[in-house]
């Protein structure tokens, strides 16, 4: 159990925030979402947008605590991401999708922005330590609570090569037999969503708002099912199979086409002898129980979604490998530009090593954006407009990367958030264009033909704009 006493409270911005990927609200999508598509699915499908209403016109209570963990240098909010999302596209109404993002500037106008920029939360040490509090809210009080599904995933994904299913139970207060179930659910409801289904019905099944789990879990739970389908469960809850996979899967693809249209329901297999004869009306779509073969969950599901077997603790950690990106890890973008925040996460999610041009472009691309940003949003980049009305340069005129760094290492706020060093490294990149490092050499491997990046180069620009980036990409504030 965790000692709640010892979590550390503070005030965090708003903007630093990252709202969880591993949300259970969060749709099977066979990735990890962009904050972006988290923001979205809690805007459409859970009142994220009616929460950010209340708060705009009633304000924002400060009794309201989001609880939060650090994972790779983030807080990552394990707990309050309705609440979050409504913050964050208060804040930028850009974050919001874009059929919302009118809706969210009416809301901004009648919202008190100085208010919502800093919140309180409470740092877990971990995410396995949130874990009671979170079941507690979503599962037995009056926090929204989520659905069969979200909850299954929620349980499932507790067990790990580092917590054996006994271990989930004793260590949550949860039954073992409902932490397998949790397990068995999920399962089946992964695979559902990987079957060769029209998309109509297939959207239908990957959004657990809509599908009925509660269906799907009264068939699983019944041995006539399992049974006909060719199937067991092991001690785990996970799926072992002994016929052909093929033709489970059309029997099965059979019961969630019949759930997700409502062709069948809870209220129709009540008892035994009802589900006998819902599976005795499958004629072509019944499973061959003759035919050779077998699969488990391992073989049905995608890589990068099976639920880990449980393991002995005794698993060494692996050792945390150096970033093959040319940005390192744990280091984070908080602005609030989408633009910005998608090269980011295309940059870092990008090797460098065999992408070296690619690598080099995108870098140049970020340099600019955010310089441009910071110099816009805090109206420093007045003087290069100034100038250029003078010259009678035309209305669209942009200043060039060049004139933007030589006017913002001049800036007084630039000069007491980086290191000395770091400024007479980048005057020298800016100014000098015989340097090897200088921002010409960078230009060039945009418009150059000739002129090829390597990896090692990239890194050494990496590591002499680093400073710069770590100031430029933290929201700054608004001029006044």
């Known amino acids: 159990m965790s000692n709640f006493k010892k979590w550390k409270d503070k005030t965090a911005q708003v903007i630093s925030l990252q709202l969880d990927p591993k949300n259970p609200r969060i749709p099977e999508l066979g990735k990890s979402p962009s904050q972006r598509e988290i923001a979205a699915e809690l805007i459409r499908h859970d009142d994220a947008y009616d929460l950010a209403r209340s708060i705009a016109e009633q304000g924002y209570f400060p009794t309201e605590t989001l609880i939060a963990t650090k994972e790779r240098g983030e807080l990552v909010i394990l707990e309050g991401n309705r609440r979050l999302t409504a913050l964050k596209c208060l804040l930028s109404p850009a974050f919001a999708p874009e059929d919302y993002e009118k809706r969210f500037h009416l809301l901004q106008s009648k919202a008190d922005l100085e208010s919502i920029r800093k919140v309180r939360i409470s740092i877990a040490p971990s995410r396995e330590l949130a874990v009671p509090i979170i079941i507690a809210r979503h599962t037995t009080s009056g926090i929204q609570r989520w659905e069969t599904a979200q909850q299954a995933k929620f349980v499932a994904t507790l067990v790990s090569p580092d917590m054996t299913i006994d271990d989930v139970a004793k260590h949550y207060g949860i039954s073992r037999s409902d932490v397998v179930n949790a397990v068995k659910l999920h399962t089946l409801y992964q695979i559902a ?272 704009f680093e400073e710069l980036l770590a100031f430029l990409l933290v929201e700054p504030m608004p001029s006044c």
């Open 193 to 464: 969503c990987t079957l060769d289904l029209p998309d109509d019905i297939l959207t239908q099944v990957r959004n657990p708002r809509r599908f009925s789990m509660s269906t799907l879990e009264r068939l699983a739970n019944s041995s006539k099912v399992p049974e006909f389908l060719g199937t067991t469960f092991d001690d785990s809850g996970l799926l072992q199979g002994r016929i052909a996979v093929d033709e489970f899967k059309k029997g099965y693809s059979r019961i969630i086409s019949d759930i997700a249209t409502g062709k069948t329901s809870s209220r129709d297999l009540n008892t035994s002898r009802q589900i006998e004869e819902y599976l005795a009306g499958f004629g072509r779509d019944k499973p061959n129980l003759k035919t050779k073969g077998s699969f488990n969950t391992l073989s049905l599901l995608p890589k990068g979604q099976v639920l880990p077997k449980a393991q002995p603790r005794t698993k060494p950690k692996r050792k945390v490998k150096p970033s093959s990106s040319i940005i390192p890890r744990g280091f984070n973008c908080s602005v609030s530009s989408p633009r910005i925040n998608d090269v980011f996460r295309e940059l870092k999610g990008m090797r460098v090593e065999g992408y070296e041009n690619c690598t080099g472009v995108m870098l140049r691309i970020l340099i600019e954006l955010a310089t441009s940003n910071y110099l816009e949003i805090t109206k420093k980049i007045k003087p290069l407009l100034d100038a250029a009305n003078k010259k009678n340069k035309p209305k669209d005129w942009s200043p060039t990367l060049r004139q933007m760094l030589s006017l913002l290492l001049r800036d007084p706020d630039l000069q007491q958030e980086i290191s000395r060093s770091a400024i007479k490294v980048l005057a020298r990149a800016t100014t000098n264009d015989n340097h090897p490092l200088s921002l010409d050499s960078l230009d060039q491997f945009v418009h150059n033909r000739l002129e090829v990046p390597t990896a090692k180069e990239l890194r050494n620009f990496w590591a002499q």
